[in-house]
């Protein structure tokens, strides 16, 4: 019994200098980030001689800032304002929208060694700036959830990041068409930014 005791007792002690040094060696910190990445979505276009809600893979492009704040070990915020381009060709007719898209995640973050995996998860806003008379969308203003991962690569202040993201737009309800329109596209990017430690 006294045995066990000792065992517990030493093994609560080492597991609570463990929790220590890792509450020392946390720093609270910033990164602001500019990005760039690709995405494939399908959007719900109007064609007169084939009727309407037909959809048509669309090619995009984002370019943006991001901006990561960390406030605990493993739990922050992340924010982006991107500028979205998507296109698309179809017998031998090209047409193009643009877009302003806010996410605000979740940032859940672990260490790997000196680099970093993180979860993302919340909500964002599409503001278009232009879109084609075709789209089957009503609202200029769309809104849903997205979700991803983070990987982040330390070099000094320097950080590359490497990003997947889902993106899940909530039902247009177009009066051009007859149901729910949901869209669900993803998106793969690249991050390259500075890291702020406070004190």
Avoid: W
């Avoid at 984002?62 to 406030?71: C, K, N, S, V």
């Amino acid at each position: 019994m006294c045995k066990t005791t000792s065992i517990s007792l030493v093994l609560l002690f080492l597991f609570s200098g463990m929790l220590s040094a890792q509450k020392e060696e946390f720093k609270r910190y910033s990164e602001i980030a500019v990005k760039g990445g690709v995405y494939i979505k399908d959007h719900q276009v109007n064609e007169p001689k084939d009727g309407y809600g037909l959809s048509y893979p669309f090619i995009g492009t984002a370019f943006g800032l991001q901006f990561i704040h960390m406030e605990q070990k493993n739990l922050g915020l992340l924010v982006e304002a991107n500028y979205n381009k998507e296109s698309y060709s179809l017998d031998n007719v090209s047409t193009s929208a643009s877009s302003i898209q806010v996410p605000l995640l979740t940032h859940v973050a672990f260490d790997i060694g000196k680099t970093t995996l993180a979860f993302n998860a919340g909500p964002f806003i599409t503001a278009y700036l232009s879109k084609p008379e075709g789209y089957v969308l009503d609202k200029d203003i769309l809104y849903g959830m997205a979700g991803g991962l983070n990987y982040s690569i330390p070099f000094g202040k320097v950080i590359l990041g490497l990003q997947g993201r889902y993106y899940y737009t909530l039902p247009l309800n177009s009066d051009d068409y007859n149901g729910s329109i949901r869209g669900t596209y993803g998106e793969v990017g690249i991050t390259l930014g500075l890291r702020n430690y406070k004190d």
